[in-house]
Each structure stands twice: as C-alpha cells, then as structure tokens.
C-alpha cells in the first residue's frame, strides 16, 4: 500500500482483526477523500467496484479498498469521477464507510453487516437482493448501472383500479402497466395522457 494515496484528512487504522479507514481532521460534506484507482477486471473480487455487467474496478492494495460498509454511510462512490465523496460532516475519529449495495448488483462475497444502524438490512448481497423501502432509500446514491439495470431488469406489473393507475409494490417502487400506443403523437417534450413517459416494449413507466 503507497501511503502517499492517503489524503490529508484521512488515515488507516488496524485494530488487529481488520483494517479500516478513519477520520483525521474535520471533513465536510462533498469533500474528496479518496480517486478510485485501480485495474479493470471481467470479474468481481472482495474489494472490486462494478462500473458495467461485466467490467470490475480492483484496487490492487489502493487504501479506499479498506474503507468498510455501512447501511447509513457518511460518504458514497461517485462512479462518474471515480471518486469517494463525504455525504455529511464527519468527525475527528469517525470511522468512513460507504454502502457497497449502490454499486454492485451481486456481491462476490456476501456478508453479515454489524454497522448497527437502524436502517441496517442484515445480510448484504448486493442491490438486487434489497426490499422496496431499502431500495428507495438508495436511490439518490445509485451507481450509473446500477441505475440503468432498474430500468431494464426489472419485471412489469400492470395495477388498474377504476380505470386509473395507483401505486403498485413493484421492486424498484414504480408501476409497469401495458397499454397500446396512443392514436395521436404529443407534442415533443409533452408526457403523453395520463402522465405516464413511453418505456421500450411498449411498457408505460407509471410516476
């Protein structure tokens, strides 16, 4: 591990069970802590972040490696500039963390979380494996793909009640209706009726 990778308000401690990352100085809220750097890789390991489906960043000893999960993190990955950034303010001391499920879809090796939060889930997998509620809470933090499998991954469910749509408990808290294309084309920029935006296969993304 190149020490010089360390920025100036962090540093690595070891309480002889594992490493971890802690604070140093004060940080403050969308300070850098750490350039994601690394090699790319077709496979997943321990401490890989997933950029696409088959494209993984392994941080080949690089520090960031070492900072630990939370289900309530102070800090997230920003895949576009490949950077960990500070949600919130962080402490003198503060131990960082990140929560690995807003980038990957499947970890390579699950684990028991024990960061003690009340929005801890327990087991983590990876995004794929999270309820609704957990979902929607991440949403804000979501890495590029982990975006776009919503989008395309997820099954359609058609809701009608009254002729209206209402909220469905679908896996990332839309509803999916089928619905044949409208007779008329809207004006460009327009949602068409029922404020519902065209969705590949003739699917309705109902808001």
Known sequence: MDPTQLERKVSVENDGLEAYVVCTNP????????????????RPDRYSVQLAARIH???DGAPWSLVNHSCEPNAWIDCASQQI???????RGNEVS????????????????????????GYI???????????????????????????YELPPVSVESEGRQRPCDSL?????ASRPE???????????????????GSRWLVF
């Open 172 to 176: 990332d808290g839309w509803c999916y």
């Open 27 to 42: 940080i403050a809220p969308g300070e850098v802590l750490f350039k994601i750097t690394g090699r790319l890789v077709a």
């Open 85 to 91: 950034i500070a949600l919130r303010p962080i402490l």
């Open 125 to 151: 997998q990876g995004f794929r494996h999270l309820r609704l509620l957990s979902r929607q809470l991440l949403l804000p933090l979501l890495s590029p793909f982990l975006r776009s499998r919503l989008l």
């Open 182 to 200: 409208p007779p008329h084309r809207e004006p460009a920029g327009r949602p068409p009726p029922g404020g519902c935006v065209p969705r590949p």
């Open 57 to 59: 960043l392994t941080p």
């Open 98 to 121: 990140w929560n690995y499920q807003t980038t990957e879809w499947d970890l390579s090796s699950p684990f028991r979380c024990t960061c003690a939060s009340e929005l801890c889930v």
